[in-house]
């Protein structure tokens, strides 16, 4: 495995993401356009602040659905912003038109996580490398042949004349990476968006590509935001790290410090999954509890709180989580349990649609109250309890309040800053909140 590249003290920025959002309308049906309904919103990247230093090597870690790949992406104008803003060298690049990102493009390229989709299959290498400086302008065949030649060469392809006339079913995995890597940094750019740039390849083949990307930082003075799921290569490649969940930067810092003190539930769920390469060592994983949630309707409060061990009254308990535990509660007991509860408590359909209220079993409120209560004492543990300030008899039904969810915001904690409630000025140490942007 390469070693993580030595921290630059510049302060210099190349890159200031300032309250980013990227937002995607989901389209419906015909009946609903037609009537005008609203279909929903997926925030993939829902305000997030970030900052890239000359030199710097910056990791997005999350898991599939985080919103890092639409962050990546935002960076070159590949998917539009709907809020926030963009600076790469002091200009705002957010909204800028396809020419005017044509040359910015120059100077910040991606490298996909896909080499086999990123490559025409009609197109040889040459031809593909060299499209790239005939899309900035650069006219003469000899000088774009003399390019291609000196990129293949950075990237480890030599000798290039038994490269340059293949296909992409022609290389293996590897080389397909190199030559997309020699594509990205054939116009000298000083930022690299490396998107998930390991994840297809053999595991023999990734320590290498790592290596290359670090030899291009040294050699190119380039800059990388390195977008993975996986924490092991970004413990080695990274300056610091900055962890995202349903949109949002929930723990940003360096490298060294999110290892070592891990604040936020969710990254240290994430470094629990780490595998161990030796099978003697017992490692307790404790992986919070269902899947990512669905980024077009996102849990009150906290976004991480209905997965979280640590969640606590005011982290935004709601109707949905109800009806999950309640579900749970059936799944344990079996068919005939949850055919007597079930009509007790009646339709659930109403916890779908998210608030801090619900009222169950109308046909019997008495009945439905005693359920409720009884349910709630045989797994007083559950952390949603925690979120519920009255369950009451009333003619309706039984009528169950929640806790008003809090939506923390980045705070510093020591050396990173952190959106929990468990720290901060909300945190039980009462530490004051940090302000600005999520830059450590």
Not at 98 to 106: A, F, H, I, Y
Not at 112 to 119: E, I, M, R, S, V
Not at 138 to 151: D, G, I, M
Request: net charge negative; proline share 6%.
């Amino acid at each position: 495995m390469p070693t993580k590249p030595e921290t630059r003290t510049t302060s210099d920025l190349i890159v200031d993401v300032r309250d980013l959002s990227v937002h995607f309308d989901l389209r419906g049906g015909s009946l609903s356009r037609l009537l005008g309904r609203d279909t929903g919103t997926v925030k993939a990247v829902d305000g997030v602040d970030l900052t890239l230093r000359r030199g710097e090597v910056v990791g997005v870690v999350g898991e599939s659905g985080s919103g890092k790949s639409t962050l990546g992406r935002a960076l070159l104008g590949l998917v539009r912003a709907t809020g926030g803003s963009i600076e790469f060298d002091g200009r705002d690049v957010a909204g800028l038109s396809r020419r005017e990102l044509r040359e910015v493009r120059r100077h910040i390229q991606m490298v996909f996580q896909d080499p086999n989709a990123a490559l025409n299959p009609a197109m040889t290498v040459e031809q593909a490398i060299g499209d790239a400086l005939r899309v900035q302008g650069v006219r003469s065949a000899t000088e774009r042949r003399t390019r291609v030649v000196e990129s293949l060469e950075r990237v480890g392809l030599s000798p290039v004349e038994l490269f340059l006339d293949k296909y992409p079913r022609d290389l293996s995995g590897g080389q397909k990476q190199r030559v997309v890597m020699a594509r990205a940094i054939i116009n000298g750019p000083s930022v690299l968006v490396a998107d998930e740039p390991i994840s297809m390849l053999d595991m023999s083949v990734r320590a290498k590509i790592l290596q290359l990307m670090l030899d291009l930082k040294q050699q190119l003075d380039l800059s990388y935001v390195y977008i993975t799921h996986d924490l092991a290569s970004a413990k080695f490649f990274c300056d610091r790290i900055a962890i995202m969940y349903l949109g949002r930067i929930v723990e940003i810092g360096d490298t060294a410090e999110i290892f070592a003190h891990p604040r936020h539930p969710y990254t240290q769920a994430l470094l629990k999954a780490i595998p161990n390469p030796d099978p003697s060592v017992s490692v307790a994983r404790d992986l919070p509890r269902g899947e990512i949630p669905d980024a077009a309707r996102p849990p009150l409060g906290c976004a991480f709180h209905p997965r979280c061990p640590l969640a606590t009254a005011t982290c935004g308990w709601e109707s949905r989580d109800l009806r999950t535990v309640l579900e749970e509660h059936w799944l344990r007991r079996g068919a005939d349990v949850y055919a007597e509860e079930s009509r007790i408590l009646g339709d659930l359909s109403a916890l779908d649609e998210p608030a801090t209220t619900a009222v169950l079993g109308k046909a019997d409120p008495a009945a439905a109250t005693e359920l409720v209560e009884r349910i709630r004492a045989e797994n007083p543990d559950e952390p949603m309890w925690r979120g519920v300030t009255s369950i009451d008899q009333t003619d309706a039904g039984v009528a169950i309040a929640f806790h008003d969810g809090t939506d923390p915001a980045l705070r510093r904690d020591g050396g990173v800053e952190v959106a929990c409630v468990l720290y901060g000025d909300e945190g039980p140490d009462g530490a004051e909140a940090g302000t600005g942007a999520a830059a450590v």
